[in-house]
């Protein structure tokens, strides 16, 4: 049993914060709920320098353009990202699309796409979900027909998050209709730049624009396809896995709850008396501070599990689950104790912490990233507790 | 960060699991219940012959010399089997503040006697216990309640104050349960649970009773409490892992509706809950004991282990009781006697609220 850092490891932490604290001004911080375009421009630029340093993609193989390291140093970086609210970019290449492309790649696909993600010169975004596809994911409906070398895709995905900023998107094709539904999908990247394919914007409530993508005979090389044709769910199921850790998610969290701890110990909003200083507050603090700590833990849990050479399964809906209800815990403790005042938007004099309480309330509104906390549930009674399906 | 089982401890787990699954049948725990002194003798010497009475405490005196982490691990196996008797209390607790306070002559005295199983000790605490000079001696009155395991223990460990003018902190004294004017009554509790009301009425201590300095009891009865603790928290989340583990069984088997009930969604549901707060607690309690066997602070950490096996312990209660339902509200049903230790477990060294307050924001 060790909780500890490596001194190796501890050191590369200690580089990087001095390279946040250079880098990364109060001012370009990300306010929940208010992702300009200013400020992910930034967040790009900032991957592109910690790639600069080998440090975007720290836990990557050498040979892909990575650090070398492992998940451990990929698990620090991303929870210090998350506390510095560093503007977020660049995930979905660097956690899902890129150790995808490792495990099934062709050596060309490797070559191609790896090194761009490495560097922080390439967005993603998934194609996943469909409008009539959810929970139910195998069921998908979007086709994928072979045109002598070609891919024809019809169809469309839903809730493209980073559409607007992404080159490429990672998705699922019904490649075989007659086939068993999970035995007829393949993977495929394709380029957003490809004709037929087209977006319709789709705000989110937490201010994020968002898309539905429509694909429209779009005509993609044989390139494009991910590993084994029909093999695609399993290929993405699997790669999955890799980066789930959620420690970014726990750390953006848990910075808008030590400010807000902070907040409490100072004069209240209306002039009166600290926060923290109503036995209820503090109770309810000590509740969310303890809730903090078990949701680190288990994030920790699963990095050092993907350290380890296991691949977090059920651990990693454990730490999911516990998180997405934790942040909105946190989030509805934090309106109630602000009272009239946690309805005060970013943009208001009044607001607390420059309107993150209301903004994360409205973060914490997304219970359904990677799966439900209902889908989550049953991964964790079937595939860990071995109960019946 | 590796949060791994070493080969020894995995060996610690099975062999502790494979005795204590023959050795503290339902049967056994029910027995002692009856009984009311909380005991098992036989059990006991075994466990002394195995030498859990000493894990952690140095060879010196017998003991194995584990860590907490290695005391963690047997813990969680005393928890899934209910193993009674005053192992936390004499071996975790009392005997850490002698070894901690003691002088050598005391700490020779009584803990090779502590981990063979023969000495039995225990605490004392509360503010009504006060210490008088008499003829250059001292002497104790007052009372302590809920003193654990009282009715065996040779020696009480009872931090006191004076009765006149004031110490600056408390003075942790040893007495001699056969003195004169110690009176011992069971408190009836939860499964026969055997907690003490102790009356000192004027008990002359000997000149070698004080454990440490007058007045300077405090850190070695914190650093005993919690290491206690974190030994209370392992003791919850065995018994937790076991309830979930029965109610998965139970539920794989149980047909209603023409299917098992564990295929239900409503069932899956509780029994994922109840997992995602044996996760949590686990990871928090061998944080806990790790950060006290590296000598770090942990004072913090220690404390949100118990409140939350606090929580882990209402919530095994209620879904064991939920999906064994009908046959669980009887005695013949082992449910019960999880629930009815849960509650003591969640009493015993400060509860949620208590562990929640101690928390710094």
């Known amino acids: 049993m060790d909780f500890n ?30 992702l300009t375009e200013e400020q992910y421009q930034f967040g790009r630029k900032i991957n592109r320098k910690l790639a600069a340093r080998n440090w975007l993609a720290v836990g990557w193989p050498q040979e892909h353009g990575g650090g070398g390291k492992g998940p451990i140093e990929q698990g620090i970086l991303a929870e210090d990202l998350g506390y510095w609210r560093v503007p977020k970019s660049g995930s979905i290449g660097l956690g ?25 010169e390439v967005e993603y975004c998934q194609g996943f979900s469909e409008p009539n596809v959810g929970s139910d994911l195998a069921s ?70 968002a898309a539905q993508t429509f694909f429209d005979n779009v005509r993609l090389p044989l390139s494009c396809l991910i590993g084994e044709e029909n093999r695609g769910w399993y290929h993405a199921m699997t790669t999955l896995d890799y980066e789930r850790s959620g ?31 109503h036995p209820m507050v503090r109770h309810q603090l000590a509740q969310r501070r303890l809730g903090m700590e078990t949701w680190k833990l288990l994030c920790w849990n699963v990095a050092w599990m993907q350290s380890s050479g296991a691949v977090p399964n059920a651990e990693a809906s454990v730490a999911f689950l516990y998180g997405s209800e934790e942040r909105l815990r946190f989030a509805e403790m934090a309106m109630e104790v602000l009272g009239p005042y946690a309805t005060l938007r970013h943009g208001s004099p009044l607001a607390p912490l420059l309107g993150n309480i209301e903004g994360i309330h409205r973060e914490a509104m997304h219970l359904h990233g990677a799966g439900t906390n209902e889908i989550h549930r049953n991964i964790i009674a079937q595939r860990g507790l071995g109960m019946p399906r | 960060m590796d949060f791994a089982l070493t080969q020894e401890q995995v060996i610690l787990r099975r062999s502790a699991r494979e005795f204590l699954e023959a050795e503290c049948p339902s049967s056994l725990v029910r027995a002692v219940e009856e009984s009311g002194d909380g005991h098992a003798p036989d059990l006991w010497r075994k466990m002394a012959g195995l030498g859990w009475l000493g894990i952690s405490l140095p060879e010196q005196y017998g003991g194995t010399g584990g860590s907490l982490t290695d005391q963690t691990v047997l813990f969680e196996e005393i928890g899934r089997t209910l193993t009674p008797g005053p192992l936390l209390t004499s071996s975790v607790l009392a005997a850490q503040i002698v070894l901690n306070a003691g002088s050598g002559r005391q700490k020779d005295d009584l803990l090779p006697g502590v981990v063979s199983g023969e ?75 055997p907690q003490f009301l102790v009356e000192f009425d004027d008990v002359p201590l000997p000149g070698d009773a004080v454990l440490g300095e007058i007045a300077q009891g405090r850190p070695a009865l914190d650093r005993a409490v919690q290491r206690a603790t974190v030994a209370q928290c392992a003791e919850t989340l065995g018994r937790a892992q076991m309830v979930l583990e029965m109610v998965v069984e139970y539920a794989g088997n149980r047909v209603q509706f023409g299917r098992p009930i564990g295929t239900f969604q409503a069932v899956q549901h509780r029994c994922a809950d109840l997992k995602v707060a044996v996760d ?43 999906i064994f339902a009908g046959i669980s509200f009887t005695v013949e049903h082992d449910m019960q006697l999880y629930s009815a230790r849960a509650k003591i477990a969640e009493a015993n060294l400060g509860d949620t609220g208590y562990h929640l307050d101690q928390l710094v924001i």
């Open chain 1, 5 to 34: 850092f490596t001194t190796q490891q501890s050191e590369f932490r200690e580089e990087l914060r001095d390279f946040l604290r250079a880098e990364v001004p109060q001012e370009k911080q990300e306010v929940f709920g208010l």
């Open chain 1, 96 to 120: 899902i699309v890129g150790p995808a492309i490792m495990v099934f790649g062709t050596q060309d696909q490797k070559e191609r796409y790896l090194s761009p993600i490495a560097r922080g």
């Open chain 1, 140 to 209: 998908l409906e979007l086709r994928a027909e072979r045109d002598g070398d070609e891919y024809v895709l019809n169809g469309s995905k839903m809730f493209t998050s980073y559409a607007y900023h992404a080159d490429y998107m990672y998705l699922l094709a019904r490649t075989d209709p007659q086939a068993q539904k999970h035995r007829g999908i393949s993977l495929f990247i394709a380029d957003l730049k490809t004709p037929g394919i087209s977006l319709q914007p789709l705000p989110y409530i937490n201010g994020e624009m």
């Open chain 1, 247 to 277: 420690l970014w998610r726990y750390a953006n969290v848990r910075r808008v709850f030590d400010d807000f701890a902070e907040f409490c110990q100072g004069s209240a909003p209306d002039g009166g008396q600290p926060l923290a200083g």
């Open chain 2, 119 to 193: 000495v039995i000790l225990t605490l004392a605490r509360g503010e009504k216990l006060e210490t008088a000079s008499r003829d250059g001696g001292l002497t104790l009155s007052g009372e302590s309640l809920f003193v654990p395991h009282a009715g065996l223990a040779s020696h009480i460990i009872c931090a006191t104050r004076p009765a006149i003018g004031a110490w600056p902190d408390i003075t942790l004294v040893l007495v001699d349960t056969q003195a004169g004017g110690v009176i011992k009554t069971a408190m009836e509790s939860i499964a026969n649970y």
């Open chain 2, 280 to 322: 949590g607690v686990r990871m928090l309690t061998y944080q806990a004991a790790w950060r006290l066997d590296q000598g770090l602070p942990a004072g913090q950490e220690v404390s949100m282990a118990k409140a939350q096996a606090g929580t882990l312990s209402r919530m095994a209660t209620e879904a064991g009781h939920s």
